[in-house]
Nanobody
Framework: QVQLVESGGGVVQSGGSLRLSCTASGFAAAGLTFSRQSMHWYRQAPEKEREFVASIISGVGDTYYGDSVKGRFTISRDDANNTAYLQMNNLKPEDTAVYYC????????????WGQGTQVTVSS
């Protein structure tokens, strides 16, 4: 089965940096290839709705960002290692949330895979 495992979260002071990783497995069994999957990061803070953070499109590598993280976060991918990254710089207390990576099956757009999330806490 497809698994997405996030890592790299932690506690950091305001202005600091973290790099999150999302390592994928099980794609072949699902008929998928990591390099052909667009990957996305979302986050959810306590008592708030899930918020779009960033996307990286398969093949062309185009990237998209939520307004609140533009200019501070960078999404990237390493297809050879089935991993997507989120480099977060100049972190602010309002970035505190659980960060999730996700991808939607290119074979069935109604099927979405999510990781378990990694906690990022930014202290002021």
């Amino acid at each position: 089965q497809v698994q997405l495992v996030e890592s790299g979260g932690g506690v950091v002071q305001s202005g600091g940096s973290l790099r999150l990783s999302c390592t994928a497995s099980g794609f072949a069994a699902a008929g998928l290839t990591f390099s052909r999957q667009s990957m996305h990061w979302y986050r959810q803070a306590p008592e708030k709705e899930r918020e779009f953070v960033a996307s990286i499109i398969s093949g062309v590598g185009d990237t998209y960002y939520g307004d609140s993280v533009k200019g501070r976060f960078t999404i990237s991918r390493d297809d050879a290692n089935n991993t997507a990254y989120l480099q977060m710089n100049n972190l602010k207390p309002e970035d505190t949330a659980v960060y999730y990576c996700t991808t939607r099956s290119r074979l069935n757009r109604q099927v979405a895979y999510w990781g378990q999330g990694t906690q990022v806490t930014v202290s002021s």
